[in-house]
């Protein structure tokens, strides 16, 4: 069975940098595109990033810009995402979970499989 957990969050000042991990188990990167997404209570859940390595695919949400990088390593079957120059607006939870995406990264949709959730909060 496909799982997911993710780690790494944490209380961060802002302009601060953190490191999220999402460890997949079941089934590897080759055949399964991962995604980060994140929620905050009342809004609408988001797409950060995804990748698809048989692809050789990345997408990125256009909010981005350059703040948040994706990583992955085969061997270890693990997706990062690399969080910089962090604001308050970035406090959410976040989330790994299987992915389709699109032509060329255009675009990433989330499947089926969740992990827990980290927590990222940016505070003074």
């Known amino acids: 069975q496909v799982q997911l957990v993710e780690s790494g969050g944490g209380v961060v000042q802002p302009g601060g940098s953190l490191r999220l991990s999402c460890v997949l188990s079941?089934?590897?990167?080759?055949?399964?595109?991962i995604g980060w997404f994140r929620e905050v209570p009342g809004k609408e859940r988001e797409v950060i990033s995804c990748?698809?390595?048989?692809?050789?695919?990345?997408h990125y949400a256009h909010w981005v810009q350059g703040r948040f990088t994706i990583s992955a390593d085969v061997t270890s079957n693990s997706v990062f995402l690399n969080l910089h120059r962090l604001t308050s607006e970035d406090t959410a939870m976040y989330f790994c979970?299987?992915?389709?995406?699109?032509?060329?990264?255009?675009?990433?949709?989330?499947?089926?499989?969740w992990g827990q959730g980290t927590q990222v909060t940016v505070s003074s």
């Open positions: 979970a299987t992915a389709f995406v699109g032509l060329y990264g255009s675009s990433c949709i989330a499947g089926q499989y």
């Open positions: 079941g089934q590897t990167l080759d055949l399964l595109p």
């Open positions: 990748i698809d390595r048989r692809a050789n695919n990345t």
